[in-house]
């Protein structure tokens, strides 16, 4: 089974900041990987597939990198309402998916 | 609008059933699979499995075989996540995610609010 880790698994940032998440996969996925924002009661919503594709309507200020076994998500200028959890998941074992732990995302 | 509504809340005792709905609209329902996803309490997303809309096939991770049970109905464009002999650690939120593919890359794009089933004495 593909295992997958993130880090860390909480930040505290202030507005404006540049924040960046990383995911690893326990084995190579290529460009399998998916990204979800998570806010409180709330449904997971679709930011980035296929590693680095931004989902239409996800704001520009997010971005994904990476293939193989370690991915990131970047922020590049946090804003109030990215304040939430962000969960990678895996599809290259598809029709099984993985999620990473989450990482969760604060004011400082 | 292309959506997934799912049924409200539910308490159940131990031991007892209970049956989630997930209803699609603003889209060919049989034209996209439907995963199930659970968050337990305070947890992070734990996907369970998902049905072939078109044929009504489940496929059940490890850990969600015996218990659980996905169906679905195309007459209404409603799919079910049903579970039996309920415990408590089966409390959590359940969410119904429509799958899409690009590129052979699957990915959950519409998500439905969630169903909280709370299993308590």
């Known amino acids: 089974d593909i295992q997958m880790t993130q880090s860390p698994s909480s930040l505290s940032a202030s507005v404006g900041d540049r924040v960046t998440i990383t995911c690893r996969a326990s084995q190579s996925i290529s460009n399998y990987l998916n990204w979800y924002q998570q806010k409180p009661g709330k449904a997971p919503k679709l930011l980035i597939y296929a590693a680095s594709s931004l989902q239409s309507g996800v704001p520009s200020r997010f971005s994904g990198s990476g293939s193989g076994t370690d991915f990131t998500l970047t922020i590049s200028s946090l804003q109030p309402e990215d304040f939430a959890t962000y969960y990678c998941?895996?599809?290259?074992?598809?029709?099984?998916?993985?999620f990473g732990p989450g990482t969760k995302v604060d004011i400082k | 609008q292309v959506q997934l509504v799912q049924s409200g809340s539910e308490l159940k005792k131990p031991g007892a059933s209970v049956k989630v709905s997930c209803k699609a609209s603003?889209?060919?329902?049989?034209?996209?699979?439907i995963n199930w996803v659970r968050q337990a309490p305070g947890q992070g997303l734990e996907w369970m499995g998902w049905i072939n809309t078109n044929t009504g096939n489940p496929t059940y991770d490890q850990g969600f075989t015996g218990r659980f049970v996905f169906s679905s109905d195309t007459s209404v464009s409603t799919t079910y996540l049903q579970i039996s002999s309920l415990k408590a650690e089966d409390s959590a939120v359940y969410y119904c995610a429509r799958a899409l593919t690009s590129s052979g890359v699957w990915y959950f794009d519409l998500w439905g609010r969630g169903t909280l089933v709370t299993v308590s004495s």
């Open positions: 998941q895996q599809s290259y074992s598809t029709p099984r998916f993985t």
């Open positions: 603003g889209y060919t329902f049989s034209s996209y699979s």
